[in-house]
C-alpha cells in the first residue's frame, strides 16, 4: 500500500547499519508511516513528528525494541500496554517488543494508539510536570544553597528539569553523608550551568 509519507535517508542508513532489531524497526516504520507523520532522525533514532512536534520514536535496547510515545503518559492506555521507563519519565511511554511477531499482532492497536497520539497533539494537549518545588530539597542540598548564594543562583538559573534531576539524585541517598558527598560532587558542575548528565 502507498502512503504518501516521505521517508527519511537518515532513518535508511539507520536502518542499514541495525544488526540487532532490523526486521522490527522496519515493521514499526512502516506502521509508522501508515500513519501519515513525518520521519526524522533524532537522538540518533527514527522520530516521526506531527508539524515539526515529537508524536513517535522508534528505539532499541539490549532486551526489547520500543515505539517512545512523547506524550504518551496522556494516551488512555486501553489496552494497558504503555510502560513508564523509569519513575523520573514524566511524559514518555514505550510500548515494547522481543520479536517481529509481535508487532505484526498489534498493528492495527499500534496505529489506534500512534492516532491518538496525533490528536493529543493537535488539541494542543500538554502533560503536567510536576513542579520542581513539589519536590523536596533534601536538607544537606538546601544548607549548601543557602551557605553559597552563587550555587543558589547557579542552581535556580537551571532548567526545571535539570533541577529536578539533581534533587532526585542528591534525595535518593539513603544516608545523610553520601547525600553530603553526592552534592558536593556535583557543585562545581551546578555552578558550571551543567546538568547532572552533562
Sequence with gaps: MMTNSITNVKVDE????S?????EYTKLRNIVLDCELTEEFKWMHPCYTLHNKNIVLIHGFKDYCALLFHKGALLKDAQGILIQQTENVQAARQIRFTNVQEIVDMESILKDYINEAIE??????????KKTEE??????FQTKLDELPALKTAFEALTPGRQRAYIYYFSQAKQSKTRVSRVEKYMQQILEGKGLDD
Excluded at 14 to 17: G, N, V
Excluded at 120 to 129: D, I, R, S, W
Design 19 to 23: 544488526k540487532k532489531w532490523k526486521d
Design 14 to 17: 539507520f536502518l542499514s547499519k
Design 120 to 129: 493529543v497533539e493537535k488539541a494542543g494537549l500538554e502533560v503536567e510536570f
Design 135 to 140: 519536590y523536596t530539597v533534601p536538607e544537606e
